[in-house]
């Protein structure tokens, strides 16, 4: 069964500094996302993630994935409060079981950005 | 186990069958949410609740009907259903409208 581990849960961080987020799996996948969920709205796709050494940045945001290990990593360069927000990673169990997909979540991890 | 409980797991139907999905949630949520994930593509947001009314559709074609009875129930009726709807259909709830939320397993549709 696939389990999707994130951590830390909860993350709390100044303006300005790097932080990273991790996503441990358990079983082999060929395709990772990060959603970010901001309070009150819903899920918006931040990277897809489809192969081993994948690296995606957009802005302060920087995702990449090691399917050797089974992690994804999603860096925080220099945080603003406007990423304050929950940050969800997925993985997919795609073609892998029958050819039937699932999609597993992480629990997310909340980080709130001070000023 | 969290908490969101989706039935079947796994469906195959015919364009011309009529089928619902299933979803239960055990948390005592207030908002209940459908998305879609075609295969290769993120998340698409198809319906959301929030006791037991509608408050968002997505532009979906008719040929899916969401139905909530209850704030831990959801249901979402397919008929007339395309292959192109094939897709892994996702159930989430949260304890109040777009906070944090809580995915169910997902029902694998197969439409041939």
């Known amino acids: 069964e696939l389990k999707v581990e994130q951590n830390p849960l909860f993350l709390s961080m100044q303006e300005g500094k790097n932080y990273t987020i991790y996503c441990n799996y358990s079983t082999t996948s060929d395709r990772l996302y990060w959603y970010r969920q901001d309070p009150g709205k819903s899920l918006e796709s931040l990277f897809v993630?489809?192969?081993?050494?994948a690296v995606k940045q957009e802005g302060r945001l920087m995702a990449s994935l090691d399917t050797k290990a089974r992690l994804s990593t999603l860096h925080i360069t220099a945080a603003v409060h406007d990423l304050s927000a929950t940050y969800f990673c997925a993985v997919d169990l795609a073609l892998t079981q029958g050819g039937s997909e699932k999609l597993v979540f992480g629990k997310g991890t909340k980080l709130t950005v001070n000023p | 186990e969290t908490g969101v409980t989706q039935t079947p797991r796994h469906l195959v139907m015919g364009m011309t069958n009529k089928k619902s999905l299933k979803c239960e949630q055990h948390?005592?949520?207030?908002?209940m949410y459908w998305y879609k994930q075609s295969a290769k593509k993120p998340l698409e947001l198809m319906f959301v609740y929030s006791l037991e009314e509608r408050v968002e559709n997505n532009s979906v074609p008719s040929r899916f009907s969401p139905e909530c009875p209850n704030s831990s129930h959801l249901f979402l009726h397919l008929h007339t259903l395309q292959p192109e709807d094939s897709a892994l259909y996702l159930c989430a709830s949260s304890q109040d409208l777009f906070e944090k939320l809580f995915f169910g397993s997902g029902t694998q549709l197969s439409v041939l």
């Open positions: 948390l005592g949520h207030n908002a």
């Open positions: 993630l489809l192969s081993n050494g």
